[in-house]
């Protein structure tokens, strides 16, 4: 087995089963400053997030990742801008199966979040889909395509129910004590 593999595998696990767990703010985000590929400034990570393949996982400045959220960087790579708030248990993956596949082969893409983008409770990205700058996805919503900007987008699979104002000027600061 690759050596590179065993130790990304070690440094998952390790986040992932211990100190992603710690209600200690400041250990986990200065485990994640060296196992992400880029962690923000202002950004916070809750209890029980999620790294599979944190090298190729990249959070802006002032993001809020909500407790339980899973971030599949396994081959391809996730994105956030600045600004971004990412509700408790959502998910983002870059990785599947292509279903006509005979040997039930992978399919998959790097997945870009723009700046000041809302995904709510227990949402799932799927590969391959870029939300465009002011979105927000609604709760429990399956984003299967790409999301035009300002869109607000919402059901299984996600479809657009609104627009969102232009005018946002918000930067996210929220760090709980034990979360």
Known sequence: MNLRIIAGSVLS????????NLPCHKARLAYLKAYLGTLGNGTSVQMGCRFLNGRKVHLGDRNVIN??????GRHYQIKT????SIGPEASILTLGHDPQSAEFADRGGDVIIGDRVWIAYRAIILPGV???????????????????????????????????????TYKLNYFPWLL
């Open 130 to 168: 870029t939300l465009g700058d002011g979105v927000v996805v609604g709760a429990g919503a399956v984003v299967s395509r790409s999301v035009d900007p300002y869109c607000i987008v919402a059901g299984n699979p996600a479809r657009v129910i609104g627009e969102r104002s232009q005018d946002l």
């Open 67 to 72: 407790f339980g959220c899973l971030f599949d």
């Open 13 to 20: 696990y390790s986040y992932n089963h211990i100190l992603s």
């Open 81 to 84: 801008g600045n600004d971004v």
